[in-house]
């Protein structure tokens, strides 16, 4: 069993990476055939033999980020998936929802409570709502980019979508906070009562959320630098276990919901030793009741089908997450077995609260009788359709008219669809920097302009809708 790193034998080996006085060596799997009793004894013993080993402190940060970037392509199908890497449009075939009545009435200074690992996807359906047929140009956003949006963000899908339709230029004013984000900001009862805001966001499975932040590269919102190397260090062999038993992971979405950061730093705790998470669980769960819309990961269909049922707008199917096929099956989940028997006790408290705050708010819009998403029309069988498209697109040649993609267009406007403004973001892919964003514009063929200092212009390709082919 991997172990969490002590309070007093954290700081000290924090002392140590952050000083870098060892010589480089190579780094031994900590967690692997280990049968350590999990006792403030034990944890020593082990912390003085990684010291002995000279874990961490020689190794280089490029080589951290080097076995970050291994892990982060480790993620599974459900992961890819919901964080739109491997998504593909398939609302062209079908138009889009007629408009719902907005049953809680249309949300204003909205703001996105973004808990890692739970639905990055969640942003096509804010920025439809906010920016596209509800924004201020009442127009379709084909909410099918490109996640690469640049060399420092290669799977970014939120940044990709916010940097061809810019909030400026498309969002309706007052629907999204003036500070929205889709970073990992906390919120607490505190803030959502002193502001005007509505806070929105989804919560996902503890075990599951888990074990998914542990294949994206050991996510560790809120750690520093060195206490991100000595996890990937101790947890490095593959090991999910010893990624929710370190010190500072358990308990994020406790802490996000009382003003915390996802994951606690040595720092914040002022010495005293990691609860988890537990002192944050009641702030939390209270928290959480005044939320204006709570959706759930594993129920992300109906969660956004609710999101529209609730606050209006109308639904593109591109919103929805594109693996209907294991809805029956659960393959898309994860093996909870690799966390050998850890238990996230805080966040389950706060995970069964998002339950019951999801189902009351399903019983009081849409009833027993019947689903959110039969309710906008989205039942069985045009699921099933949805599916049968999907599986089409997966075929760049099979992308239908109604994409910017298929229309062959970069920018701009193609009957009601429209493509957005030209990304600014690849041109750091060439090492091209512009004195004025003025240099790059949209042409009168939906194609990117650019011409740079010296008269030469780059190649209009490195504009297209996708950079790359899309399997």
């Known amino acids: ?36 009793e999990n006792t403030p004894d034990a944890f020593e013993e082990q912390a003085v033999s990684l010291l002995q080993q000279h874990l961490v402190v020689g190794k280089h940060s490029d080589e951290i980020l080097q076995e970050s970037a291994q892990f982060q392509h480790q993620a599974l199908d459900f992961d890819l998936r919901i964080d739109g890497l491997v998504r593909h449009h398939a609302g062209c075939a079908q138009s889009p929802q007629t408009k719902h009545k907005a049953l809680a009435g249309q949300l204003k200074e909205l703001q ?7 639905g990055t996807s ?19 956003l084909d909410l099918n980019v490109d996640v690469n949006q640049g060399p420092h963000c290669g799977r970014c899908y939120d940044f990709s979508l916010m ?58 919102s809120g750690f520093a630098n060195a206490e991100w190397s000595l996890l990937l260090a101790m947890c490095r062999g593959g090991q999910a276990a ?30 005293e030793a990691f ?7 009641a702030g939390a769960i209270a928290a959480l009741s005044q939320m204006s819309f709570v959706g759930l990961t594993e129920e992300w269909d109906e969660s956004v089908c609710l999101f529209h049922v609730m606050f209006g707008g109308r639904l593109d199917p591109f919103e929805l997450k594109n693996f209907h096929s294991h809805r029956s099956s659960n393959n898309f989940l994860y093996d909870e077995g690799v966390l050998d028997g850890f238990v996230d006790e805080a966040d389950e408290e706060v995970y069964r609260a998002a339950k019951k705050r999801f189902d009351q708010l399903r019983l009081q819009y849409v009833g027993n009788k019947t689903s959110a998403c039969s309710m906008l029309g989205v039942g069985a069988n045009s699921a099933s359709e949805t599916l049968r498209l999907n599986s089409e697109s997966q075929n760049k040649a099979s ?16 009957g009601k669809l429209d493509c957005g403004v030209c990304p600014h973001g690849r041109l750091q892919l060439y090492n091209v920097k512009l004195a004025n964003a003025s240099m790059l514009q949209c042409g009168a063929a939906g194609k990117c302009l650019l011409q740079l200092e010296d008269g030469s212009s780059p190649s209009r390709d490195i504009f297209d809708w996708f950079m790359t082919p899309q399997q």
């Not at 950061?261 to 002022?270: I, L």
Request: charged share 15%; glycine share 10%.
């Open 242 to 271: 010893c990624y929710a038993r370190f010190s500072g992971i358990a308990g994020c979405m406790a802490r996000m919901l009382t003003g915390g950061s996802c994951a606690e730093s040595y720092a914040a705790r002022n010495g």
């Open 399 to 414: 992308v239908h008219s109604c994409s910017c993609a298929a229309v062959g267009r970069q920018c701009g406007l193609e």
């Open 112 to 118: 996105w409570l973004h808990i890692p690992k739970t």
């Open 1 to 36: 069993m991997c172990l969490a790193a002590g309070t007093a034998m954290l700081a000290l080996l924090l002392v140590l990476v952050a000083s870098q006085t060892v010589a480089p060596v190579s780094i031994e799997d900590t967690c692997e055939n280990q049968a350590v």
């Open 122 to 140: 969640f942003i096509a359906t804010v920025w439809n709502y906010a920016c596209g047929y509800g924004g201020a140009k009442q127009r379709r």
């Open 163 to 220: 940097e061809r339709y810019p909030k400026q230029d498309y969002c309706k004013p007052g629907v999204l906070a003036d500070n929205f984000s889709t970073t990992h900001v906390p919120t607490s009862l505190q803030i959502m009562k002193s502001s005007a805001e509505q806070t929105v966001g989804f919560f996902r499975k503890p075990s599951q959320r888990l074990i998914s932040g542990f294949h994206d590269g050991m996510h560790a």
């Open 275 to 281: 609860d988890s998470g537990r002192a944050h669980v």
